[in-house]
């Protein structure tokens, strides 16, 4: 289907979509939409901001049985943020008809929850370990569902919710449908998948660029500062609407964030370590916008759907590569434009080689007078350096080899031989100093 007008949908469904303002399915919708309405398993791989949520959210609501009062679908996200903005989604959807929804995370009062089953909601939203206590207790009846969503299953997997999910999962029909969402899917997930999934349908969304097209990369090196000086000296050059500072570590959000405050910087925190009630009122300042700079650990690139970013900065790289393009998609969304800014040091230049593999086109900037400025490109100098480092290694080689007074045949490829050995052994102890320095 091209538009979404060509779709039979339920009349409320078809108003939904149109007050959404959805014209045309996006690539993976439009793959995924007619396999959950023909009730096929599948596994859809997909990078983030491609309009996932929608592909399985659209689907699940055409399918639910408005007479039949009982759970019918249940959708898992390993955070409790992405659990409440997909449910956020789905009743923007099921408005006008007569479905009922229910969201249940970690956090909030378990008991409270309980008591709301005496009627059993058909859409189920929840993280995994929420939805496994509310069955075992036996308040959320889900033997009746034949639809399950695992939602960013990688990470799921990373946060150890699999076994959660297999609890309930294995409570459930024979002929469940089984949909999994993921970025990637790594070969420790196979054995979940194949208990629950046979012969799949796999959707993978192979786009050369899978980060917007009016997204900027530019890259600011160190040079003789810390990442801590160059980060001030690159917010003092922007004046975003909204920019998440990415660490890889809650213990450096921590740092970086306490670094800012006390340099006159007033940033928010988005980690692990929040407890329940922080966590909430952090998000509801920052929706609030009392932040202009968020400093964030890879679950906001995954798990938190925070509107108005307009810059991204990388106070470290990933040490995944591949959440490089998570983090970057948190802006440039919707049409708008993007910045992501990349700080570094010379060690991380091979990462930053293995980033630009990924179709990252970076310009190399540096900052004067609280502006970024255009810099060379960064080979150049390392090419530059590499060649004069050559030259005093060649010097060094000839001073030490001298033509044999008495000149014999082959003797020029005795010298250049001993010449060549000369310049490992320097090279050698160059490289030795520099790791004994760092």
Do not use: C
């Not at 060649?387 to 060649?394: A, L, M, P, S, W």
């Amino acid at each position: 289907m091209s538009k979404y007008t060509d779709y039979n949908f339920q009349p409320f469904l078809r108003e939904a979509i149109e007050k959404l303002g959805f014209k045309e399915p996006t690539r993976i919708q439009k793959e995924i939409i007619p396999l959950i309405l023909k009730g096929k398993s599948a596994i859809g791989q997909s990078h983030t901001g491609t309009g996932k949520t929608h592909s399985f959210l659209i689907p699940i609501v055409e399918r639910i049985r408005q007479d039949k009062k009982e759970v019918q679908a249940v959708i898992t996200a390993p955070t409790r943020e992405l659990a409440q903005q997909i449910y956020t989604e789905l009743n923007k959807l099921v408005e006008g008809s007569d479905i009922q929804t229910k969201v249940f995370i970690g956090g909030t009062d378990k008991q409270r929850q309980i008591d709301k089953l005496k009627t059993q909601p058909q859409i189920i939203v929840g993280t995994p370990g929420r939805i496994r206590d509310l069955v075992n207790e036996k308040a959320l009846l889900v033997h009746t569902a034949q639809m399950l969503v695992i939602d960013e299953a990688d990470l799921a997997f990373d946060l150890g919710f699999i076994e959660d999910i297999d609890q309930f999962a294995s409570q459930m029909g024979e002929e469940l449908e089984m949909f999994v969402f993921s970025a990637t899917v790594p070969e420790s997930l196979q054995p979940f998948l194949r208990k629950y999934m046979s012969s799949p349908v796999h959707v993978e969304m192979n786009d050369k660029r899978p980060v917007a097209e009016n997204l900027d990369f530019f890259l600011v090196p160190t040079r003789s500062q810390s990442k801590n000086e160059k980060l001030l000296e690159v917010i003092k050059s922007i004046n975003p609407y909204l920019s998440i500072i990415f660490v890889n570590t809650r213990k450096q959000a921590d740092y970086v964030a306490d670094f800012l405050s006390n340099n006159g910087v007033r940033a928010g925190r988005v980690h692990g370590d929040l407890s329940p009630r922080d966590r909430k009122k952090m998000m509801k300042q920052i929706r609030d916008l009392e932040f202009q700079y968020i400093v964030a650990t890879d679950l906001a690139a995954r798990g938190i759907d925070i509107p108005g970013i307009s810059h991204v900065i990388n106070y470290e790289l990933p040490q995944d590569l591949e959440f490089f393009i998570h983090r970057v998609g948190r802006t440039a969304r919707a049409g708008n434009k993007g910045l992501a800014i990349t700080i570094f040091e010379p060690s991380e230049e091979d990462a930053i080689a293995r980033v630009e593999k990924m179709d990252i086109k970076f310009a190399m900037k540096d900052i004067k007078n609280n502006e970024l400025v255009d810099m060379k490109e960064r080979h150049t100098r390392s090419k530059r350096d590499h060649g004069r480092k050559e030259d005093d290694i060649d010097r060094i080689a000839k001073s030490k080899v001298r033509k044999p007074k008495k000149v014999k045949p082959g003797y020029k490829r005795n010298m250049r031989w001993e010449m060549d050995e000369i310049k490992k052994k320097e090279r050698r102890k160059r490289s030795k100093a520099r790791a004994k320095n760092k």
